[in-house]
């Protein structure tokens, strides 16, 4: 009898750990994403000839390491309980900001830490509204979208070409994992950024401080942590990456357009949803936004590889996922409280 119950319990509690594990508001979403990914990866090598390797993942972070960049410092701003609707005017604005430059002959590393520094200084501004001033992220991140995009215009309305050899380079520079498998330094990039955030968001006093804020500000305040320069510079290093995400995205396309990134934003606060940060704040991983990106980008090369649907279709299939993100969040979340 006792060597039939030993394994039943250890069943048992297994069972409930994963169970509890996945009912989690911290980590469920994520994982319910991971999962996601795992099935439309093998629906896809199942339904369609060549999509089941290790190039059509790398294939997607190649096409999409702006996004990620973008959607770290997404996962910041919500985690934190706020949000930035301004990242793909910024976006936009580093793209024509590169090009124009460069265009008048100024050195490509200049450039780039030009950008960052603009971007980043913008990102300040945001903070500085939203805590000095205690305007809603909302309205001060919609100023902020709205100044970067009309700064686009005013630099120039047509789309300029970006012959530069550095970013030539860097567009059209592989580096070689295997067969038929390669990746872009922009793939590099965005792989160091992400480790960085990680590393930020779990191991340091600013991450726990990040997570306090969204989860309380007040009681965070009462545990002595710096929530004000928190608050500030959680939308800095959005800013940061928005710029980051604009050099990149100049890097890809070699062009620099003041309609660039037009519904990016909306892109990147989905991604950071999907993969599992709570859009009230308090609980996210900057891996699960990384993993969200590329459920959207595999949501896209389905779409592709199946040729009849429209490109709608992909708007359609990311509005519905999200919407079953948020429900699934707020379950998660109520049956905790």
């Not at 250890?10 to 979403?29: I, Y």
């Not at 960049?69 to 919500?78: C, K, P, W, Y």
């Not at 910024?90 to 008048?104: E, N």
């Not at 902020?144 to 120039?156: K, N, P, Q, S, V």
Request: hydrophobic content about 55%.
């Amino acid at each position: 009898m006792s060597a039939v119950s030993v394994p039943t319990s250890g069943v048992g509690r297994l069972w409930s750990r994963t169970v509890d594990v996945f009912t989690s508001p911290k980590s469920g979403p994520v994982l319910v994403t991971a999962v996601l990914f795992v099935v439309m990866f093998l629906a896809g090598g199942a339904r369609y000839r060549g999509f089941l390797s290790a190039t059509t993942i790398l294939n997607l972070m190649v096409s999409y390491s702006y996004l990620i960049v973008l959607a770290v410092g997404m996962s910041f701003v919500i985690i934190s309980g706020g949000i930035d609707l301004s990242v793909g005017s910024v976006l936009a604005l580093s793209t024509i900001i590169a090009a124009r430059l460069l265009q008048f002959g100024w050195n490509p590393i200049v450039v780039i830490l030009l950008i960052l520094v603009i971007t980043s200084v913008l990102g300040l501004l945001v903070g500085l509204m939203v805590h000095v001033f205690e305007i809603q992220p909302f309205i001060a991140t919609l100023a902020a979208m709205f100044l970067a995009r009309g700064m686009c215009y005013i630099i120039a309305k047509e789309s300029i070409s970006i012959t530069d050899p550095f970013f030539s380079w860097m567009a059209k520079t592989r580096i070689i994992l295997g067969y038929r498998m390669s990746i872009t330094p922009s793939v590099v990039i965005a792989l160091v950024v992400l480790a960085i955030a990680v590393w930020v968001l779990q191991y340091t006093r600013f991450g726990r401080t990040t997570y306090a804020i969204g989860g309380g500000e007040q009681s965070g305040m009462l545990m002595g942590l710096p929530t004000s320069r928190t608050k500030v510079l959680v939308y800095v290093i959005s800013g940061f990456c928005s710029g980051l995400a604009g050099v990149l995205y100049a890097f890809y396309t070699l062009s620099g357009y003041a309609l660039t990134g037009v519904g990016t934003e909306l892109d990147a606060i989905a991604a950071v949803v999907i993969g599992g940060t709570l859009l009230t704040g308090g609980y996210g991983f900057v891996l699960g936004s990384a993993l969200g990106v590329l459920v959207l980008g595999l949501i896209q090369t389905m779409i592709t590889f199946e040729g009849t649907l429209s490109s709608w279709w992909t708007k359609i299939f990311i509005g519905a996922l999200l919407l079953v993100f948020i429900i699934l969040q707020k379950v998660l979340t109520s049956r905790r409280a």
